[in-house]
């Protein structure tokens, strides 16, 4: 560990791993070191799941749940969006070699009481019964001024500045009522408030489209989810890290930060040992003192013998419960993921309730995602600080990520990577520095 | 244009740190060898296909290095996913390399619960007289591990010797293993694999 490096990274959650794969890709000397056995930091997928059951200090598991090793059980639920952000890290770095997806069958929104497939062409939007039949046609065009824009010819804006004009404007002038601006905005456009009516309306409709485009490439749903479970994601940009001359260490213990002058950081130590440094990337749960809490999110791991109701027996599916429909002002997610991804023995079904927490009973918050599962075999409840730096690390050259938030995709995830490889690079991230098909070396 | 694909296996290389793996990698890719341990030399390679035809049957060996990750840290376990078979490397001037053989085969079985696993006693160039790890130590391992091994191979990647053969009997044992299983190969049960747009329209459209 005694050596010189030009970044170390603390942490193998999915943030610091594609951080630490990009910095190794542009040529810096990396060490990557986590505090745990294992890979993945709060991003893993806990394997076997006796596993899982005693973190929660639960009784473990009987015979009905098959081997517990068939089990990768995640702590935060996500999806990728199979056209967003982390999808073209994974193209653009080749770490999409390492892994294997399958498309999530089934997107659903919850209105009064009950949930119903999320419309998302003309077709559908036709076809559903969220929306009266007056509803249907303006919705549709809508649709078809979102399926039309482009961002960069007016022709296409309609006489709509949607630089300058809200997306409040934007529905008014479709005359899309309450009901329907609710899930476009959160089951479409993903919004986790009602904050973004007041914002130019150009992010929703880039929203939408990114929606509408991901839903396009793969069928069924815009959402993908890999094989064997999230955690082979902070793996593979690992490796990837690897590959390009990263230098990996588990189960070492940091016990301080080195600052030097100017409060500079200047290296890492553990025990006895320092390694140098000139930047350190790290998750909150390392710097305690240089986060502040920005909230709590609730996240309920829920086991079941049995698909949900009313998504026709999907082996993948997303509700999304608006914040309005109960009463809140932020969604509740649900996302079921099954034996299908090598996740759950056969049969079994693993679905994980989350949302940001804004009383003090946070578990009574999630009971409209949790009364649509049915019978649920096991329930593990998890309620997690959020976190995000003090400072932007330009000073220190420690770069801090936030939190994972209640999202149930990546989109946030990437911003952050991208914009704390910026802030610590002083550029943006350049793809073309990765060797772009692996095919170099077979042909 | 409709192309027959070539079925492709993943091999992965598993051992402890320097006892050749990478030396293995790079003779099945440009049929090289460096005696220096230059990271250099593998930057950036992951793994490498090549098309063997056992029983004139086509078969694409992927073969993966570790990337070093075992050198103080443990290798992901994302590294034995999809794998149908294994090469167990020690080295014959390294008898730690052998005896502490049974710990990565465990992490083969645990993880890589499908794979046939083959060991290789790498650096044969350097078997001294006595040798520190004998044939029937070898045998042994094999009968100790209730014979997951498929294969025992002796290879020097200084000299060359054993490699191709190595290669070439794998290739053979997994063409007769697979046969039925290749042809089974449904969509229902696995994944895909998500490519950029451009290549989607290609019919080999695999990225790797």
Redesign the interface.
Known sequence: MDEEYDCIVLGTGLKECILSGMLSVSGKKVLHVDRN?Y?GGESASI?PLEELFSKFAAAPPDESYGRG?DWNVDLIPKFLM?NGSL?KL??HT?V???????SVEGSYVYKGGKIAKVPVDQKEALASDLMGVFEKRRFRNFLVYVQDFQADDPKTWKDFDPNTQNMQALYEKYSLDKNTQDFTGHALALHRDDSYLNRPAIETVNRIKLYSESLAR?GKSPY?Y???GL??LP??F??LS????G????DKPIDEIVLGEGGRVVGVRSGNEIAKCKQVYCDPTYVPDKVHKKGKVIRCICLLDHPIANTKDALSTQIIIPQKQVGRSSDIYVSVVSYT?QVAAKGWFIAMVSTTVETDNPEVEIKPGLDLLGTIRQKFVSVSDYFEPTDDGLQSQIFISQSYDATTHFETTCLDVLDIFKRGTGEEFDFSKI?H???D??Q | MATIRVPEQKIILCGEYGVGKSSIFRRF?NNTFVTATD??ST????????IFSPSDRDLKLQLWD????E????I????Y??AEAAILVFSFDNPASFHVLSQHLLDIV?YAENAKIFLCGNKSDLIEEPPQITDSEMDNFCEQCHNLISGIYKTSCKTGEGLEEMFVDIASQLVNMNRSKIELQSIEQ???????YEEESQDDGC??
């Open positions: 056995k890979y394997c090793r199979a999808v994974l193209i080749g999409t070699r390492y892994l294997e997806f399958k793969y993908l890999p094989m064997y955690g082979e793996q593979g690992a490796r690897a590959i390009y001359g230098t990996y260490m588990l991804h060797k098909e692996l095919g070396e077979e | 890719t990271r250099k930057l950036g390679l992951d793994h490498c296909s090549k570790t990337g070093g990750m050198r103080v840290a443990s992901t376990s994302s590294y996913k999809f645990t696995h994944g895909f694999k998500i490519v950029p990225i790797c």
